[in-house]
C-alpha cells in the first residue's frame, strides 16, 4: 500500500468540511488511513472536527468500526455535548435501532429545542418509522421558529398531501410562494392541488403563472387545457379562457415547438392574469 500525503489528506478533508461536499466513500477512507497510519496526533484542534466528519461517512459507507472508533474519541473528549449524542442517535439509525435513535433526539431537544440538526433528523426519523401524525406535527414546531426553511415547508406538503388533507398542503405551497415567488415549481404544485379541490378558477390561474414564469412548460399547458374545459362546460368562460384552451391544445398537440404558438399562449396568459 503506497504511503499516505498527510498534508494532502488532511487539506482534502478540510476542503470537504468547508464547502459542505460530503464525499463519504473518499473521506472515510482518508480518515481511515490517518487513523490507521498514526497521523491523527498531527491534526492538533482539527482533531474534532475531523472525527465528526469520519463518522458521518463511514455510517454512510457503512463502517461501524470507524464509527464507533470516532464516537468513543468525540464521547471522552465531550461527554455531554448534543453534537456528540446526535452522533450516537444517527449510529443508531444506521443499525435500524430507530426507537433508541428517537430518544436520544427527543432528549436533546427537551434542553435545546432550537437544535436544527437534531430537529431534522427527528422529523426524518418519525417519517421514516411511519408516524405521520408526530413528523406534522414536528415539522409544524420546527416551521414556527425556522419560518423561511423552504425545504420544511416542501416536506409539510408533502406529507399532508399523504394523509388527503389537501387544503393544509395548499396552505404549504401558498407560504412557498410567499418565500419564492418566481419558482414555477411551487406554482405548479398549487395549481395541481387546486385542481384536485375543484377550483378550476384558481388552478387555471397558477398554471397560467407557470407558463409566464416557464418559457414552455407542458405539464403547465395540460393543466391549462383541463382548468379551460372545465371552466367552459360550467358555462363560466369568457374569450381569453376559450383562447387559453384552443391555444393550450395546439401546444399539446405539436410534434415540434412552435415559437410563434408559445410567444401567444404567453401573451394570452398574461392577458388573463392581468385581470384574473
Not at 110 to 129: F, G, T
Request: with cysteine; charged share 25%; hydrophobic share 40%.
Amino acid at each position: 500500500m503506497a504511503r499516505l500525503d498527510f498534508e494532502a489528506a488532511s487539506l482534502e478533508l478540510q476542503q470537504y468540511r468547508q464547502s459542505g461536499e460530503r464525499a463519504s466513500e473518499r473521506v472515510a477512507y482518508l480518515a481511515s488511513r490517518i487513523i490507521k497510519d498514526g497521523y491523527s496526533a498531527k491534526l492538533k484542534d482539527d482533531i474534532w472536527p475531523f472525527y465528526e466528519q469520519a463518522v458521518t461517512a463511514a455510517l454512510d459507507v457503512g463502517d461501524f468500526r470507524l464509527a464507533d472508533e470516532c464516537i468513543e474519541n468525540l464521547k471522552r473528549r465531550f461527554s455531554s455535548s448534543s453534537r456528540v449524542q446526535r452522533l450516537v442517535g444517527m449510529r443508531y439509525e444506521a443499525e435500524g435501532k430507530l426507537a433508541d435513535a428517537q430518544k436520544i433526539y427527543d432528549a436533546i431537544l427537551e434542553e435545546d429545542e432550537s437544535n436544527i440538526l437534531v430537529s431534522k433528523r427527528q422529523i426524518a426519523l418519525l417519517k421514516l418509522r411511519g408516524l405521520k401524525s408526530e413528523a406534522i406535527s414536528a415539522l409544524v414546531t420546527y416551521l414556527d421558529t425556522y419560518y423561511s426553511d423552504a425545504e420544511a415547508w416542501i416536506e409539510l406538503c408533502s406529507l399532508y398531501l399523504s394523509v388527503h388533507a389537501y387544503q393544509k398542503a395548499a396552505y404549504c405551497l401558498e407560504e412557498l410562494i410567499l418565500l419564492q415567488a418566481a419558482n414555477p415549481i411551487w406554482h405548479l404544485k398549487y395549481a395541481e392541488i387546486m385542481y384536485t379541490l375543484g377550483d378550476y378558477s384558481l388552478a387555471l390561474k397558477q398554471y397560467c403563472r407557470v407558463i409566464d414564469l416557464h418559457e414552455d412548460h407542458l405539464r403547465a399547458m395540460y393543466g391549462i387545457q383541463l382548468c379551460a374545459s372545465k371552466i367552459l362546460d360550467n358555462g363560466e368562460a369568457d374569450g381569453t379562457t376559450e383562447a387559453l384552451k384552443e391555444l393550450a391544445t395546439e401546444r399539446i398537440l405539436a410534434t415540434e415547438v412552435n415559437q410563434c404558438t408559445i410567444d401567444s399562449i404567453k401573451q394570452v396568459v398574461r392577458e388573463y392574469l392581468s385581470v384574473a
